[in-house]
């Protein structure tokens, strides 16, 4: 359930990385298989070993930015949690993708492969 004024709220500013739309529609994937854990239910069982070492590496770099107070193209918010991270880097892969192609190539690769799309490309 989204709020309406939160909706249309995340419409205002299409490339400042934040969209209540984009992370819920992220838990709801995540959710698919039952639990939100940061790991959707993904196409092929060979694809979770990159997943899990590619998004775990990426999380833990996120606890540790939050942690010390480094700033980060990632919302913050993702380190609460590894489904928090998926849902984060979610909304930065579509509403920044070419600075999370920049600064964290693997995972917008993974989230590329993920969701068949390279909306990079579309911003280039």
Do not use: C
């Not at 500013?13 to 838990?27: I, K, S």
């Amino acid at each position: 359930m989204l709020a309406w004024d939160a909706v249309q709220h995340s419409g205002f500013d299409l490339h400042d990385g934040h969209n209540v739309v984009f992370q819920e529609f992220a838990h709801q994937l995540d959710e698919e298989d039952g639990s939100a854990n940061g790991a959707p239910p993904l196409p092929q069982r060979s694809m979770y070993a990159a997943w899990a070492r590619i998004l775990g590496r990426e999380y833990a770099a996120l606890v540790s930015d939050a942690e010390q107070g480094r700033p980060s193209s990632l919302d913050t918010y993702g380190a609460t949690n590894p489904a928090e991270f998926f849902a984060i880097a979610t909304e930065s892969f579509f509403e920044t993708p070419v600075t999370l192609r920049e600064q964290h190539p693997d995972l917008y690769e993974e989230l590329k492969l993920y969701y068949q799309q390279d909306p990079a490309a579309r911003r280039a």
